[in-house]
């Protein structure tokens, strides 16, 4: 199973961004898929999570109104749309297939992609 986040970059705040999570060697469209940010010196820490239904979605407070998560189900594809970013979300960003537990919880999920870089300049 490989996950390959890309769309990462630079830019400023209240800009946006979409990021995607190719998966290769295993359906993700029918898996519970999420989204965690890892900012320096903090720890990784949960975004937003798509069900396998593709109907629920799940995000942190800091990101509710602001962050999106969707899939493509014909491309494999999972994406985070990001609107009004702020310099505090700046962060790599992983996305990872759901194993079982607690959506918030990064051992919940047991396949994770190498992270993209999203930094927000004020």
């Known amino acids: 199973v490989q996950l390959v986040e890309s769309g990462g970059g630079l830019v400023q705040a209240r800009g946006s961004l979409r990021l995607s999570c190719a998966a290769s060697g295993r359906t993700v469209s029918s898996e519970t898929m999420g989204w965690f940010q890892q900012a320096p010196v903090k720890e990784r820490e949960f975004v937003a999570a798509i069900m396998w239904s593709g109907v629920s979605t799940y995000s942190s407070d800091s990101v509710k109104g602001r962050f999106t998560i969707s899939r493509d189900k014909a491309k494999n594809t999972v994406y985070l749309q990001m609107n009004s970013l702020k310099p505090e979300d700046t962060a790599v960003y992983y996305c990872?297939?759901?194993?079982?537990?607690?959506?918030?919880?990064?051992?919940?999920?047991?396949?994770w992609g190498q992270g993209t870089q999203v930094t927000v300049s004020s």
């Open positions: 990872a297939a759901y194993r079982s537990g607690n959506l918030w919880h990064v051992r919940s999920y047991d396949y």
